[in-house]
C-alpha cells in the first residue's frame, strides 16, 4: 500500500494571491490517527502544485517554499489570479474564510502502524497541497494572508485615531 496517493492536510492569502500555512502540524494526529515525524517531508521537491480539493483538474497555483519547522511543514506560495479563473474564485473563498484548510497528497514511503490507530509516517513523498473546506488534519490551515484591503483598514484607523487625538488636544 506504500504507492497509494494519500490525501492529508493550515492558511492566509493576499489580494495578489500570496498564501502561507501550515501544510501539515507535527505532534498530533489526524482525523485517521496517522502521525508525521518531523524529518517526514525532508525530500520534497519544489514546486508543488497547488490544487482545489485535490483535483488534478483544479489546479489553482504553485508552492514554492516549503520547510520543517518545531510546528510543522510550513508553506509559502502563490494563487495565479492574473491567468487562472479559477484561483481568483478560490482567493475570494479563502479571503471570505469559506475555504481555510490545507491538505497534503502524499505517497508514505516508510511507515508503522500505532496502538491507537493509524500510523507513525517517517518519511512521504509529497504530490500536492490542497486548499480544501475540512482538512484530515484539524490544525493543517491558512496562517497568513497579507491584503491590501486590510493595511487600508488599519491605515484608516490609526489616521481616525490620530485625528481624534489631535482634535482633543486642541
Known sequence: MQNRLEIKAALGIDDAGMITGTAWPFGTPDRYGDVFEKGAFAGVTLPLPI???????????VWTEAKETDRGL???????????????????LVRE?????????????HAKARPSGGRIISAA??????????????????????????????????????????????
Open 74 to 92: 510550513e508553506v509559502r506560495g502563490r494563487l495565479l489570479i492574473d491567468d487562472v479563473a479559477r484561483a481568483r474564485e478560490v482567493r475570494a
Open 125 to 170: 513523498d509529497l504530490a500536492e497541497i490542497s486548499l480544501v473546506v475540512i482538512p484530515a488534519h484539524p490544525g493543517a490551515r491558512i496562517t497568513g494572508a497579507k491584503s491590501a484591503s486590510a493595511a487600508l483598514a488599519i491605515a484608516e484607523a490609526i489616521n481616525r485615531a490620530a485625528s481624534a487625538l489631535i482634535a482633543k488636544g486642541n
Open 51 to 61: 490544487l482545489f480539493g485535490h483535483d488534478p483538474n483544479q489546479p489553482v497555483g
Open 97 to 109: 474564510g469559506a475555504v481555510t484548510g490545507l491538505s497534503i497528497g502524499f505517497r508514505a514511503k
